[in-house]
C-alpha cells in the first residue's frame, strides 16, 4: 500500500463564499458548462445551501483508512470531496465519519458513491451528498489512497482548494478566481428574476411576453 498527503489547500477568501453562499446552483447552470457534478450525486438532507473550500480525497473500495486519517487534517470551512475510484458497492460515510467530519468543522460533503446511517447523518445535521445508501461498509484495512490531489467525481475534476457550491439542486466546483465575479454575476441575475416573477404576479403580463419567447414564435410561425 502507499498514501500521498499533499499540504492543505489555501482556504477561499471569506468574501468570496459569502457571495457565493448567495447563489442557487441552478443559477450558475444558465451559463457556466464545467465544474458540475453528476446530477446523480444527491443531497442526504434536503433545504441546504452550503459553501466551502474543496478538500479531496481519493480512496479504493473498501478501504476507508484515509478518511479516518483527514478528519485529523480537517478545517473549519472545508468541504470533504471524496473520490471512489468508481466503486459503487462500498460505503466509506456513515455515522461515525459524520460525527468525526462535523466536530472538526467541515462544513459539507461529496462521496462519488453511496454512504450509509441516513439517519445518524440526519440527526447530526450535516449537509451530505452522495449517490445514494448502502449497508455494505468499508473498514480499515490499510490500501492506500492520497489526499489533496485532483480528483474525479461525479464525472468532474475538482482540484484541492476549488470553490465548492452544494444545493437541492446539485454540487458545482469554481476555481478561486472566478468565484467573486461569477457569484457577483449570478446574484445580479437572481435578482433581475425576481422582479421578473413579480411582474407576472402582480400584472398579469405573461411570461412569453416578458421573455420575448412569444415575439419569437409568432415571428415564425408557418
Known amino acids: 500500500m502507499a498514501y500521498k498527503i499533499n499540504p492543505m489547500p489555501a482556504q477561499i477568501a471569506k468574501q468570496d463564499l459569502d457571495l457565493l453562499a448567495q447563489v442557487e ?3 450558475l447552470g444558465h451559463w457556466r458548462h464545467f465544474g458540475f457534478l453528476h446530477r446523480q450525486i444527491q443531497p442526504l438532507i434536503p433545504g441546504r445551501r452550503v459553501v466551502g473550500t474543496a478538500v479531496t ?3 479504493p473500495g473498501p478501504d476507508s483508512t484515509l478518511l479516518h486519517h483527514l478528519l485529523s487534517l480537517i478545517r473549519p470551512g472545508d468541504f470533504v470531496i471524496v473520490d471512489r ?3 459503487d458497492r462500498y460505503a466509506c460515510w456513515g455515522g461515525g465519519v459524520t460525527v468525526g467530519a462535523k466536530a472538526a468543522g467541515a462544513v459539507g460533503a461529496v462521496v462519488d458513491g453511496p454512504c450509509t446511517d441516513l439517519e445518524e447523518i440526519v440527526q447530526s445535521d450535516f449537509p451530505m ?3 445514494g ?3 455494505i461498509t468499508t473498514r480499515i484495512y490499510d490500501l492506500g489512497g492520497a489526499i489533496n490531489v485532483p480528483v474525479s467525481v461525479g464525472n468532474t475534476v475538482v482540484m484541492p482548494g476549488d470553490a465548492v457550491l452544494a444545493d ?4 458545482v466546483v469554481l476555481p478561486p478566481e ?6 457577483q454575476k449570478a446574484i445580479d441575475i437572481q435578482l433581475r428574476g425576481k422582479a421578473r416573477e413579480a411582474s407576472v404576479r402582480e400584472t398579469g403580463i405573461k411570461l412569453g411576453d416578458l421573455s420575448g419567447a412569444t415575439a419569437k414564435v409568432l415571428a415564425n410561425l408557418v
Open 85 to 87: 475510484l468508481h466503486d
Open 25 to 27: 446552483t441552478a443559477t
Open 133 to 135: 445508501i448502502s449497508p
Open 168 to 171: 437541492e439542486s446539485g454540487v
Open 178 to 183: 472566478e468565484v467573486a465575479s461569477e457569484a
Open 57 to 59: 480525497i481519493a480512496i
Open 129 to 131: 451528498w452522495c449517490r
